[in-house]
């Protein structure tokens, strides 16, 4: 297998290889979202026949290809309101279809109990923050809801309350899954253990003479362990930030922008992984056939690998070649393991922290 | 009732009750204990979930050799004789016969290198497997040829393990290799596998053969699935002894699957999902006859009946459906939330995909067009009903979207999003 362009986004979040979006389409399963040269948004699709190369489709166009499930459908909807691609924007509107339970009663469940987690994390690290800039300004200690305390905290920084209020709320949405452990659990911290233990079983899995598996297993280890090493380093600087109140909202106001999107590097390191993760620990650990499926399953959720963006094909012929392969999959027994693998794919999202 | 079996009772019926992890824990609990084999009683009785959820057991020379046998083992009461299943009650007198006449120094390399392994390490196992199983099968034929008086009832049951033992590894590698769920048919590197397994069962005599393909045969839809790599021209056997062999699977299979379906149509509180899944099997099962329909001597009849009967019930159980969700479509005072019927739909998704290898496909056909029209129509109509009442019409609307996904369940996405399309103001697919 070929080195991947993962392994070279040790510190850097690599824009090109876009984003995975959760659809529950089985030919778009693994799709990523990124925006092309143009500044447009388009799918990077797998090649429906299983070949080589990738299919780039803008993402106005995605929804014409007629297999698409009510929820891709929508969830494609709300990506198109997206003004930027990132991972905490393609999760978002995932969630919120998910929500709306066009993904069924379980990832709506799902999605309930991890809005309802994270907007408790925003909260405290939003108290935090507030805290953390009252106690600098030299006020009175830390205040359970940073209600009283900010007035104090402004003094000689022009800020009034309410856009104070505004800075801590939007640091903490986007620095939340960066969390300030131990009073504020991690959600990156949460990914990374589970992708070591992912590498861990990983490592003892191969060399059963499983072929393809073995490969597989082998190259995800490697991405986990780099990912793992690279989003740590991440991680621990980011946690050292957060815990630097003042410093973040002193950013805040000269550079919100460049403040936002460097909040969101573990982000895009981690992206896909918890969801490589949860395939992984569906499959019981003394089930060899299960771990095979959940290996080849996993390997359509890498990126692709760069040489083959080479073999791309755009617009209409990505659409064509989705319909051909479609349409040449007449015997019923393609389209019920088709229908069985969206059932999947649908309880795999209750599986997920959405 | 003794105390001690009372006590069992009431333990077993709590562990029941227990949800998957604390199930788990206790399962591990008990084998950390010295005396685990009294308190396997305990976890016996929950079998079923043990091979649903395989948490990692402390890997045993019995675990290790009873591995191959896996496939054919079956509960002391299911057990028919005659059949090509080991019941789990022989499995005591085959561990102790093969660990009495294994060589001695075997048996202890055997316990050091699994001392402290669970099977979560499928490397050990398999290396272990590797010495172990080619011995103990030499050791059961041995026995077999000569002291067969010893084994006493298992004796039937050793020389299905003999034959499964000797191709021990190829055995559980393809096993290990074939997909977790149930398959409809063998296609590339699953075909090639299961025909190196027949090719090495083959070895031992057909009936080593036709008890390989019996226990593949189960792992797929229908064992019909197993006739087209079982008549491939690469297993070294006779044409007839081969045909023989599958002449009689199909025959099985067909009066097996006739008896499933008259009991099907005749219990109306068989599930959608049971029938659904039926109906797949059955049809997977003729295509597979189908494919190989020259080579055999099939009863035609029997077949032509048996699609017919089938059809009948992918009919009876998708008008059912149809009937009973619809009731509950209706329905705005959210009394049964609609995502109950979620299994239901799908196994209407499932008949509908085989409803053209149905004999009564255009009959289907028609059934579920009637349906997509009175279905969207009392969509529509629920809208207007909650728009009267003052009530959200956003499609995000919990109880709104449960009714798209109802629809998209039924009759497919295109239906639903083009619905969805229709009522959001969005252009509609091209």
Known sequence: MSSRKAASTAHRPDHDTGVVVPFTTPQFTGARL???????????????????????????????????SLHDRILHAELLKLLRVSPRGVRLCARRVALWGAAGQGARLAAQAAAREEEERVTQLRDHLLDSLSAAAGGEGPTANGAAQPRTATAGRGLDERTLRRAAEEIAAYGVGIGLPPAIPSFHAETLSRIAELADALDG???????????????VSRLARETHAAAGRELERWQRELADGPALFARWQTDRAGLLDDLQICDWLLDGWPDRCALWNAA??????????????????????????????????AIDALRRALRESTDWRDEVRLAEILERQEALRAELPA | MTNRQALLAQLTKALAATDDAKFRAVVAVIDRQPRHHVLELLIAPHRPRLARLKPPRPLTFHRVV???????????????????????????PLHSAMRERLDPELVDWVDRMLAGKTTADAGVERAVGRRLWPAAAEVLDGLLATGR???GEAAVSARLAAHLLAIGERLVETFWQLPPQSILCFSGEERRAAIELLKDAAQRGTESLALVADLLGARCQSPLAILEPLLAGEISMSPRDKRECADRVAEACLEDLGGEIAAAL??????????AELVLRVMSGLESLSDVATKLDIDRHAVRQLTRRTAELAEQVTRRVLKQIKQSFDDDTDGVPLYNYEKAARAVTKIRLVAPKLVIASKLDDLLRCAIERYTSAFDAFLARRRERGASTALEEPAIMERLRIIELLFGSPVAVSLWERHSGRRAAI
């Open chain 1, 34 to 68: 990124r925006a092309n040269r143009k500044g447009r948004f388009e799918l990077m699709l797998r090649n429906p026949a299983g070949g080589r190369g990738v299919y780039l489709v803008e993402l106005e166009v995605a929804h014409r290809f007629s297999a698409i």
């Open chain 1, 205 to 219: 899995w191969g060399g059963e003479g499983n072929g393809r598996s073995d490969e597989i297993a082998v190259e």
């Open chain 1, 284 to 317: 019981p650990v003394t089930d060899r056939a299960c771990q095979r499926a959940a290996l080849k399953h996993i390997a359509k959720l890498l990126p692709p690998a760069i040489e083959t963006e080479r073999e791309a094909c755009d617009g209409d012929e």
């Open chain 2, 66 to 92: 009873t591995l191959p046998l896996e496939a054919a083992l079956v509960p002391a009461e299911d057990w028919v004789p005659g059949s090509y299943r080991i019941p789990r009650s022989h499995l005591a």
């Open chain 2, 149 to 151: 008086k010893s084994l």
């Open chain 2, 266 to 275: 005749a219990d109306e509180e068989t599930t959608p999902q049971a029938a």
